[in-house]
Structure formats: C-alpha cells, structure tokens
C-alpha cells in the first residue's frame, strides 16, 4: 500500500519519481480500510528535505498510512517558507485532541543548549507527555530522543568535544527483537551530533533495553516498552548526500567540523558518498510500522486506554 499525503506537498513529486506509491487523498478515501495514522513533529531546519526523508521510509510499508505533519504551536521557523508551514504543517495545539497509531518527533539543532533553554521546552514535555495517552507508539531521533529520554527518565546528555560525524558500525545487541528482525550483527548508520547520552546513566529498573550501539559513537537504540517508546540517537533516515551537505555549510561556522569519518571515498570531499545504510533505514521503519499495526487498536478512541493492552 501507498503513503498518503497532501497532494501538492513537495515529498510528492520526489517519491513518485523514485517510484514509491503514493496515494492521492482523493484515491485513499475510496479504500475501504483504516489507514495507520502517523503524526510527524518536525523540528529540523530543512523542513521539505527531512518530511521526504520520512515519507520515503514510511511509504515503503505495505500498509496504507496517512501522514500529519505537525509544528510546535508558537515557535517561527527561519529556514522553510511561512507558505509552506501554513499549508501543509498543522499546529500541535490543533491536533491535541486526536489519537495516532504513531509519532516520529526529529531531531534539532538546539542541542547545545540545555533542554530548560529551548523556547518551546514547555511544550515539548507537553507533547511528550501527550504521546502516552494519545499515541500508540512513538520514535524520537537524535535531539528528540535525548529530549525524551531526559523528560521521561531523568538521563542526561554530554557535549562532546568533537563532533560526532560520520558512518560507522553498530551492532546489534538483540537479534530477536522485533525491531532488528532481518538486521545484521553489525551495520553502518550515519551519527551527526555534539551531544551524546552514555549508557551507565540509563536507569537499571525501568526496563530499558538497548538495541544498537556503536563501539566508536555509543548508544543509537534504545527501547522502552513500559512507554511504546523508541529512542534512536543517530540519523539512519538521513540522504546520501545529507552528511556531506552539513559538512560544507559548517566549515566556515563558528564550530568548524572535521570531514565525516567513512563518508566521503578516500576522505575526498569532492567524491559522491555510497550510502551503507539505504536498507537497514527501510528494514527499522518496516519493522516499527509493523508492530505498530499488530498492537494497534482498531479503534483509534482506544488508543491510551485499557482497551488499547
């Protein structure tokens, strides 16, 4: 099945010219099935590249899902056009009172700050708080999943003093759960953070179970059952070209970066990248969307109570 999402939305006309399905609202209407609902909080700077990025990952399911693209309420983006935030994003206030089989809250480039200095901060925890009544199963990326972690568990996160940037290798520290099934003992999954949170201060009793690590950029899953509650700390569902394209627009900031480690072929920057990661980006979505559609209630009203367990 196709994703569903707005007709003139500029991820359209990209993903149909990869060749993923894509469902027009008027088509998706006439299916006689219950679309999976996934809202996407979108706090990267590159709205249009990131909302692609998403939709091609959750598009490659074969279930039916309409996706929400959601903003905080008050907070002026500076990087994508106030034309295309009033038609396509809907303000979190706005959507509070329905239910979603899933949220994919994204990263940001707040992440120097402390989490109390973020201006939408306070809204933040409200929607994190939201998410355990009115959302069947959530993933955080990057900042989001520090964010949530932070609010949910008390965990810290550290500055690092160099960038983490680049691919490297994970492993796989659980073959059987349901969102490694297919993985590999080890991959590669693009890391572009100045931030990191340490294992040791995951709390012992609260049923975390890390997923994938990195013996060079630390933690990259974490899973948090009690909560529906996926952490991914690293970016799999970045371009091949995304980590390349933040190397040249920061060289010349004021928190210069070195050169993406593995990236670029024989660390030359002019060379194109080979993406390592494409299918194990495909198979972590694939496997998310599937246990959502297998726990899910039929009933979206039923999601956040007990008739949802």
């Given at each position: 099945?196709?994703?569903?999402i707005?007709?003139?939305?500029?991820?359209?006309e990209?993903?149909?010219?990869?060749?993923i399905?894509?469902?027009?609202?008027?088509?998706?209407?006439?299916?006689?099935?219950?679309?999976?609902?996934?809202?996407?909080?979108?706090?990267?700077?590159?709205?249009?590249?990131?909302?692609?990025?998403?939709?091609?990952?959750?598009?490659?399911?074969?279930?039916?899902?309409?996706?929400?693209l959601?903003?905080?309420?008050?907070?002026?983006?500076?990087?994508?056009?106030?034309?295309?935030?009033?038609?396509?994003?809907r303000?979190?206030?706005?959507?509070?009172?329905?239910?979603?089989?899933?949220?994919?809250?994204?990263?940001?480039?707040?992440?120097?700050y402390?989490?109390?200095?973020?201006t939408?901060?306070?809204e933040?925890?409200?929607?994190?708080?939201?998410?355990?009544?009115?959302?069947?199963?959530?993933m955080?990326?990057?900042w989001?999943?520090?964010?949530?972690?932070?609010h949910?568990?008390?965990?810290?996160?550290y500055?690092?003093?160099?960038?983490?940037?680049?691919?490297?290798?994970?492993?796989?520290?659980?073959?059987?759960?349901?969102?490694?099934?297919?993985?590999?003992?080890?991959?590669?999954?693009?890391?572009?953070?100045?931030?990191?949170?340490?294992?040791k201060?995951?709390?012992?009793?609260?049923?975390?179970?890390?997923?994938m690590?990195?013996?060079?950029?630390g933690?990259?899953?974490?899973?948090?059952?009690?909560?529906?509650?996926?952490?991914?700390?690293?970016?799999?569902?970045?371009?091949?070209?995304t980590?390349?394209?933040?190397?040249w627009?920061?060289?010349?900031?004021?928190?210069?970066?070195?050169?993406?480690?593995?990236?670029?072929?024989?660390d030359?920057?002019?060379?194109?990248?080979?993406?390592?990661?494409?299918?194990?980006?495909?198979?972590?979505?694939?496997?998310?969307i599937?246990?959502?559609?297998?726990?899910t209630?039929?009933d979206?009203?039923?999601?956040?109570?007990?008739k949802?367990k």
């Open positions: 099945m196709p994703i569903k707005p007709n003139n939305l500029p991820a359209h990209t993903l149909s010219d990869e060749g399905m894509v469902l027009t609202e008027d088509a998706a209407i006439r299916q006689d099935i219950r679309p999976m609902r996934i809202a996407l909080l979108n706090l990267m700077p590159d709205k249009v590249k990131t909302e692609t990025q998403m939709a091609r990952l959750v598009g490659a399911t074969p279930l039916q899902v309409e996706m929400t959601v903003r905080m309420t008050n907070h002026q983006t500076k990087n994508t056009s106030q034309e295309h935030m009033l038609a396509f994003y303000p979190w206030e706005e959507i509070q009172n329905e239910k979603f089989d899933g949220l994919i809250i994204t990263g940001a480039p707040v992440e120097l402390d989490f109390e200095e973020v939408y901060w306070d933040m925890t409200r929607i994190l708080d939201w998410s355990q009544k009115n959302v069947h199963t959530t955080s990326i990057c989001g999943a520090q964010a949530a972690i932070h949910f568990h008390g965990v810290p996160k500055t690092l003093a160099q960038k983490s940037f680049g691919v490297f290798r994970h492993r796989n520290r659980n073959p059987t759960s349901p969102y490694l099934r297919g993985f590999s003992d080890n991959f590669s999954i693009p890391v572009s953070r100045w931030t990191e949170v340490i294992r201060d995951l709390p012992k009793d609260q049923g975390l179970e890390v997923l690590e990195s013996d060079e950029a933690l990259c899953l974490v899973s948090d059952p009690a909560r529906r509650y996926l952490y991914m700390f690293n970016h799999i569902e970045y371009d091949s070209s980590l390349g394209e933040e190397y627009r920061d060289r010349g900031s004021e928190n210069p970066v070195q050169m993406p480690a593995n990236y670029f072929p024989n030359d920057a002019n060379a194109t990248p080979v993406n390592r990661w494409r299918s194990q980006a495909h198979l972590f979505f694939g496997n998310w599937n246990e959502m559609y297998q726990s209630p039929f979206l009203d039923a999601i956040g109570t007990d949802s």
